[in-house]
């Protein structure tokens, strides 16, 4: 599989942004009142149980991150409009990603709500600004669509014997796994620094922002030489 010429289509861009988006998980969850940041389903889910019990405080520790998630979709959206004369849009939108959080790493927890949406708003921002990886449709954010891609490449691997249904397979697969292995690295950093543990996730999006300054079609060229 040949390296993404665009780097916010790259391998490596899409390691460290599902690290953070399974770290973002992890953190609202853990850190914060069991408030999912990016599966946004399962909020919905709760949202809808709360309501039908009455209980009307809870349903919108759950129904707030709905709307900041999709406020996040629509403001990655204006700023891929809008553009920009000095940094590709997408620069722009993990650099919002990356100051919102620090924001959220100084928000107590007597203000969880808060702190869930602005989470989830910053995830909204990145499903919406980074949807493939190598031209594939894959999101950093959330697995069920990766694993129903992965899943349907890897049959027709076993299917045709052709080997790019199996490279794809495990594009999707890898990605999934950077998540799971985010979750483990955001659950163990919020035993340790608790409110704070979001500020990885900052780090992360902040190495991420510089990396798309490489541009890789001409580090190709120099390498051809």
């Given at each position: 599989?040949?390296?993404?010429?665009?780097?916010?289509?790259?391998?490596?861009?899409?390691?460290?942004?599902?690290?953070?988006?399974?770290?973002?998980?992890?953190?609202?969850?853990?850190?914060?009142?069991?408030?999912?940041?990016?599966?946004?389903?399962?909020?919905?889910?709760?949202?809808?149980?709360?309501?039908?019990?009455?209980?009307?405080?809870?349903?919108?520790?759950?129904?707030?991150?709905?709307?900041?998630?999709?406020?996040?979709?629509?403001?990655?959206?204006?700023?891929?409009?809008?553009?920009?004369?000095?940094?590709?849009?997408?620069?722009?939108?993990?650099?919002?990603?990356?100051?919102?959080?620090?924001?959220?790493?100084?928000?107590?927890?007597?203000?969880?709500?808060?702190?869930?949406?602005?989470?989830?708003?910053?995830?909204?921002?990145?499903?919406?600004?980074?949807?493939?990886?190598?031209?594939?449709?894959?999101?950093?954010?959330?697995?069920?669509?990766?694993?129903?891609?992965?899943?349907?490449?890897?049959?027709?691997?076993?299917?045709?014997?052709?080997?790019?249904?199996?490279?794809?397979?495990?594009?999707?697969?890898?990605?999934?796994?950077?998540?799971?292995?985010?979750?483990?690295i955001g659950n163990a950093a919020v035993q340790?620094?608790?409110?704070?543990?979001?500020?990885?996730?900052?780090?992360?999006?902040?190495?991420?922002?510089?990396?798309?300054?490489?541009?890789?079609?001409?580090?190709?060229?120099?390498?051809?030489?």
């Open positions: 599989m040949s390296k993404a010429k665009q780097t916010s289509e790259s391998i490596e861009l899409g390691i460290l942004l599902a690290l953070s988006g399974g770290i973002m998980d992890a953190y609202s969850y853990m850190a914060r009142g069991k408030v999912f940041a990016n599966a946004q389903t399962g909020n919905m889910l709760l949202f809808g149980i709360y309501l039908s019990g009455g209980r009307w405080n809870m349903a919108l520790h759950y129904f707030f991150p709905i709307l900041a998630f999709t406020a996040g979709i629509m403001l990655a959206d204006i700023v891929r409009t809008k553009g920009s004369t000095k940094l590709h849009w997408r620069q722009l939108s993990v650099l919002f990603e990356a100051v919102i959080l620090l924001g959220v790493s100084f928000i107590p927890l007597s203000m969880n709500l808060l702190a869930n949406s602005l989470t989830s708003l910053a995830c909204g921002i990145q499903v919406e600004s980074f949807r493939k990886i190598h031209g594939k449709g894959i999101a950093t954010t959330m697995c069920i669509g990766n694993l129903r891609s992965g899943t349907e490449n890897l049959h027709h691997y076993f299917h045709t014997k052709e080997r790019h249904f199996l490279d794809t397979s495990l594009l999707y697969y890898g990605i999934i796994a950077c998540f799971i292995v985010g979750a483990v340790l620094f608790r409110t704070k543990a979001i500020l990885g996730c900052s780090f992360l999006l902040l190495i991420s922002f510089f990396m798309m300054f490489i541009d890789w079609e001409k580090k190709e060229k120099e390498l051809a030489l």
